[in-house]
């Protein structure tokens, strides 16, 4: 992480909370990189926060700033239903169960995960350019 995220980089994530308690762990397992862990601790942007503010909504949220229901909301054509990992709890479950998996198990388990990490990542570049374009049609009518 630290080799690929510079000190003074922002970092978007969704649900901020949960990202910034991870490299605080980090942080306090490799005493050696709390400093530059720590930086990046402290440069974090939530993009979760104009669909936890209520500022973009739409029926399809259901009233949820998940990003399991942003995604579909505001990008149908996709969705974490098509996965074998399906959010958080599930990659949590996968990974436990890998030292007890043999071979082949734990490249599908593994696979299965990059998968859902993948689509995570793609959700959040297309959700950023979604709120970029209404942004931007907003201050043009404007």
Sequence with gaps: MCKDIPKDATVIAWSVGFERGVV???ANTFPDLSEHLMAIHGNFVDLMRPFKSKYLRTPEMQ??????KVLPAL????????LDVQDGS???DAFKSLPNSSPEEREQTLQSMRDYCRL???AMVRILRELENKLQRHVLSL
């Design 120 to 122: 995570d990542t793609f």
């Design 75 to 82: 990008l149908p054509e996709f969705r974490y239903s098509d």
């Design 90 to 92: 599930m990659a949590y």
């Design 63 to 68: 009233d949820s700033a998940s990003l399991k």
């Design 24 to 26: 605080e762990r980090l």
